[in-house]
């Protein structure tokens, strides 16, 4: 135990006053009543051994106990704790000899609690007082010397050596003071007599009486007695009982008899006539009691309140009818009731409890009062099911609020936690207490998005910023914790960064296209979209976005074969034996577009012939549509349209040469088959009438020549395949049309050559599984070919119409 002593001067007189320590961590201090509001009664944080700069972020208060006034305070500053409100002793613990005032110190993060104890020291603050400002004293003049005559004793508030101490009498001829102490300890004066009295010599006389307290200044009070000098009365007053006893119980109806004090006198007459009143009565019992002066009886006047005393003293005066009296002490014991429900005081709370909080934690302290006694104050505390909090018992009355379980502020953001308070008596008191607790947010939810995959269908040719979807992601944390923001990740599309193809509006999740997209360069791509929130640390989550491109037909169909190449052509061998229905050659073409939009249809829109030829509508394949006939014309031309099934259809056309002849030797009218039978041919075919008779003799030679070169070379050479398309000329484009076009079936034409002979067998069609036909089958000449192999030297102009054939 550690001793600190604090001087104080007050009235005159020097107090000292210690802090005691104890194990348990209460404090003691010990102080002088009526002390200046400021005054020190001692330094806490010292006393506790903890930092003054502590006091504050811990929130260091003192906090009463059943007690309204706050008579202490603490300096957060200095950790001084200060007198805040002037004590009177005698107000609150009346002639009590042990004053002790408690309270409770609290401090927080982490909650804790010490005990205060303060014991207020009596001062020397009140002077003696009478019970009455005169005393009539009637005494016959046949008392005898050393006659007694008891004087009323005065009341001193104060205790201990500042009550009454000593009793002073007025100096005269006939009295002299003897001062009587009671069983409980009070001092009263007795008039002796010293000196006979004579009523005809002197009938009244009066005496100051002073009493004493011992206090420092001494202080002192008066009373006048009147003395009346009467015949004989010899007998004074007898009370049945020294003390009288008796127990009431508190809210007792006003006018309840509480005791009834009797006292007997042996004179006769006036002299044997008693009367009773009260001697000694504190200013609070004659509120709440009355005294019958005939009877003696003692009834109820006021409210009596255990809790407001629980014991009243009272000294009762029988007097005779001169003057001879004698005095009793009444003690009236008052029984408590259950009459006060338990009170509740939320003394500590945290404002809010972070969701993640582990269980166990304390987040308030409360406190429980019940102003009865013994079992009626006694107190059970207990809390509503169904809420993750408990009231854990603590010191004395005090219990600490705990978590019991994890919080999720998703689930439940706010608690009202009711406490209920129940007492022992018969029958049980209770009241309840609300508390409203809020639960802080802590960032524990990353984004959710509402769907596990989006997907998304764009037209190609979008514009530049359009729409194309939207992402929503929901965060049920609160606040910046629960703000979403979208961003797409890094990535790569079609070996470009993902960021030069889509964006993504932050706020809103809306993606818009950053450019143009092109069905035929990609059909479709995948991005990765990330929600984050503004959490510490931030949360996210990813989700995929599908971008399907839908095709728009905006590709024209494309004719492989015939080659569209306007300095070369193709031609196709027709035998004059073909039957109806034979496959005589085949237009292959594709559309980059996909779908309906690629949907390829043939159609004939210009022939030589109308009635000998027709195409497949969906295949290309040109067949005869009767037997070859010797009337029809040996050379064919065929206008072909491809068009495609979009909306709106777009179509290109083709020129395809078909020759009707069964040998060689007929091959040099192939010059006129790329004319038409217009006005323009016929002017070519004057001219090159006019010029081959002046060059008949040389391209006779040139034809010689040729012949023997074509027989060195192979001549089967010349019309071997003319279907047949190298893989290489296909554009890179088209690898991947499904169904499309004409491409899926591919054929060979083959013409075999006898040796020595100009005569030729024809091959009929048979097909190539391949996807491509060996570049070796296919013909293509150009017209200085033709004019060397057929004698035709002049390079009419007529074969320069001729497009080359791919892979020759």
Not at 256 to 263: F, K, L, M, N, Q
Request: glycine content about 6%; proline content about 5%; some cysteine.
């Amino acid at each position: 135990m550690v001793h600190r002593g604090y001087v104080l001067q007050s009235y005159g007189f020097v107090f000292f006053f210690a802090a005691l320590h104890y194990a348990h961590g209460d404090l003691s201090y010990s102080i002088p009543e009526e002390m200046k509001r400021g005054s020190v009664i001692g330094n806490i944080a010292k006393d506790l051994g903890l930092d003054v700069g502590r006091l504050s972020t811990r929130k260091a208060r003192i906090d009463t106990e059943a007690n309204d006034r706050q008579y202490c305070g603490i300096d957060l500053r200095s950790g001084d704790l200060i007198v805040a409100e002037r004590i009177d002793r005698e107000e609150h613990c009346g002639d009590k000899p042990s004053c002790i005032f408690k309270f409770d110190l609290l401090l927080e993060s982490p909650l804790e609690l010490h005990r205060l104890s303060l014991q207020i020291q009596d001062i020397n603050d009140n002077a003696p007082i009478f019970p009455k400002d005169t005393v009539k004293l009637e005494i016959t003049e046949s008392a005898g010397k050393g006659a007694r005559y008891r004087v009323n004793a005065a009341h001193d508030a104060d205790i201990g050596q500042n009550s009454v101490e000593s009793y002073s009498l007025q100096q005269n001829d006939h009295f002299v003071l003897n001062i009587q102490t009671t069983t409980a300890g009070s001092k009263y004066g007795e008039l002796v007599l010293d000196k006979e009295l004579d009523r005809e010599e002197q009938q009244e006389m009066k005496l100051l009486l002073t009493a004493l307290d011992g206090g420092s200044p001494q202080k002192s009070g008066t009373v006048v007695i009147h003395v009346t000098v009467l015949d004989a009365n010899d007998n004074a007053p007898v009370f049945s009982e020294a003390v009288y006893k008796s127990s009431l119980p508190e809210n007792s109806p006003l006018k309840t008899p509480v005791i009834t004090v009797s006292a007997t006198d042996a004179d006769e007459g006036v002299n044997g006539e008693v009367t009773y009143e009260f001697s000694r009565l504190s200013d609070k019992s004659r509120k709440l009691f009355s005294l019958d002066q005939k009877t003696g009886q003692i009834i109820v006047t006021g409210d009596i309140d255990y809790e407001e005393g629980s014991k009243y003293e009272m000294f009762v005066e029988a007097k005779d009818g001169y003057g001879l009296s004698s005095d009793t002490k009444v003690i009236i014991d008052i029984s408590d009731v259950n009459d006060n429900a338990p009170v509740i005081y939320l003394k500590s709370l945290t404002d809010s409890i972070p969701e993640n909080v582990s269980p166990g934690t304390e987040v308030g302290i409360i406190n429980v009062q019940d102003r009865d006694s013994e079992n009626n104050r006694q107190v059970r505390c207990s809390i509503q099911q169904n809420v993750p909090f408990k009231l854990v018992p603590s010191i004395k009355n005090y219990y600490s609020l705990v978590t019991t379980g994890q919080l999720d502020r998703e689930v439940v953001s706010d608690y009202n936690i009711t406490i209920t308070a129940t007492d022992e008596g018969s029958p049980p008191l209770s009241s309840s207490k609300t508390i409203q607790l809020s639960v802080a947010d802590v960032n524990d939810n990353p984004p959710v998005f509402e769907e596990q995959v989006y997907s998304t269908y764009v037209t190609e040719n979008n514009k530049p910023g359009s729409t194309l979807c939207s992402v929503t992601a929901r965060d049920p944390d609160w606040r910046q914790n629960g703000t979403v923001i979208y961003s797409i990740l890094p990535g790569e599309v079609n070996g470009a960064p993902v960021s030069s193809y889509l964006s993504v509006n932050g706020e809103t999740g809306v993606i818009h296209a950053v450019r143009s997209l092109d069905y035929e360069q990609f059909r479709s791509f995948k991005v990765h979209v990330m929600a984050r929130d503004n959490g510490s640390p931030p949360l996210s989550s990813n989700v995929t976005v599908s971008v399907f491109i839908t095709d728009l037909n905006d590709n024209f169909p494309q004719i492989l074969y015939p080659a569209p190449e306007g300095n070369s052509f193709m031609t196709e061998l027709v035998p004059k034996a073909a039957q109806g229905g034979s496959l005589v050659s085949k237009v292959i073409s594709v559309d980059a577009d996909s779908g309906q939009n690629a949907w390829l249809s043939y159609h004939i829109v210009k022939s030589t012939d109308p009635g000998l030829f027709t195409i497949g509508l969906h295949s290309g394949e040109i067949r005869t549509q009767r037997d070859i006939s010797e009337s029809d014309n040996m050379k064919q031309n065929l206008i072909v349209a491809v068009k495609d099934n979009g909306q709106p259809s777009l179509s290109a056309t083709c020129a395809m040469f078909l020759l009707i002849s069964d040998n060689l030797a007929e091959v040099p009218e192939l010059k006129d088959m790329s004319h038409d039978d217009n006005n323009s041919k016929l002017t070519s075919y004057l001219i090159i009438a006019l010029v081959s008779v002046s060059t008949f003799f040389l391209t006779f030679i040139i034809v010689i020549l040729g012949v023997r070169f074509c027989r060195r070379r192979k001549p089967r050479l010349l019309f071997d395949g003319a279907v047949a398309i190298p893989s290489a000329y296909l554009p890179p484009n088209y690898a991947e049309v499904d169904g499309t076009g004409t491409l899926r079936s591919t054929y060979n034409y083959d013409a075999y050559l006898t040796t020595g002979s100009r005569t030729s067998d024809f091959k009929f069609v048979r097909s190539y599984n391949d996807s491509t036909l060996p570049a070796d089958q296919t013909l293509r000449k150009s017209p200085s070919d033709f004019a060397e192999a057929f004698g035709d030297s002049d390079g009419s102009p007529e074969w320069k119409q001729w497009g080359s054939l791919p892979g020759g």
